[in-house]
């Protein structure tokens, strides 16, 4: 597949990776597409990737990773088009964390919305899935437990069954569909509490499991 990603920090370079490593093309969107760091993100990719600006990497990307700051959907949204991201897979990640008190964080959504249902909003003609938001970078590739399986949201099932393919690919048991789009409040919800946890194990690599 060609994958085209809006986001060149941690989420999106790993998520980056983790497509190349399995044999996908990567177009890694920024807004300083030629920077040192992304020179080496290239190099450290080993495969087919380039970089470019917001709207080359939604125009590039038969399925698209939508991993910028959370306050900067509007922007992003903005700077590729949304006539790019028509028709498409949307796979979001974003976070509405509202550190404006300090830790721990917030939503600044509250619970009446969430940036997944904001994203669908604003690009009505593509299929948003609410995937990865749920874990640390360092558990997206390869989770370190064959039985986990993501959570996930969306309103189009084709869109949620390729996405729940290219989890395996990346090593997960497979995803748990808890409805439309709508539930990505939910989804985002529990990153607060994640974060809670963290502090508390003193551990950024932990992760949540539903066993079942």
């Not at 964080?105 to 990865?132: H, M, N, W, Y």
Request: aromatic fraction near 8%; charge should be positive.
């Amino acid at each position: 597949m060609k994958v085209g990603i809006l986001g060149s920090g941690d989420v999106g370079k790993t998520l980056g990776k983790g497509f190349v490593s399995h044999g996908h093309s990567v177009k890694l969107g920024s807004r300083t597409p030629d920077s040192e760091k992304l020179k080496v993100w290239r190099k450290e990719a080993q495969g087919e990737t380039s970089t470019g600006t917001f709207s080359e990497a939604a125009s590039y990307g038969d399925i698209l990773v939508f991993a910028p700051l959370g306050s900067a959907v509007d922007d992003v949204i903005g700077l590729a088009g949304a006539k790019n991201f028509a028709g498409k897979i949307v796979i979001d990640t974003t976070n509405a964390l509202d550190f404006s008190k300090g830790m721990p964080p917030g939503l600044f959504t509250g619970l009446a919305d969430s940036l997944g249902e904001k994203i669908q909003r604003k690009l009505p003609q593509a299929k948003v899935v609410k995937c990865f938001n749920t874990v640390p970078n360092s558990r997206m590739i390869s989770p370190g437990d064959k039985t986990a399986e993501m959570l996930i949201c969306g309103n189009d099932a084709e869109a949620k069954h390729k996405v729940a393919q290219i989890l395996k690919e990346f090593g997960w048991a497979g995803a748990i569909d808890i409805g439309g789009i709508t539930e990505a409040k939910w989804l985002e919800a529990l990153v607060p509490l994640w974060v809670r946890a963290a502090v508390s194990l003193n551990s950024w690599n932990a992760m949540f499991k539903v066993i079942h």
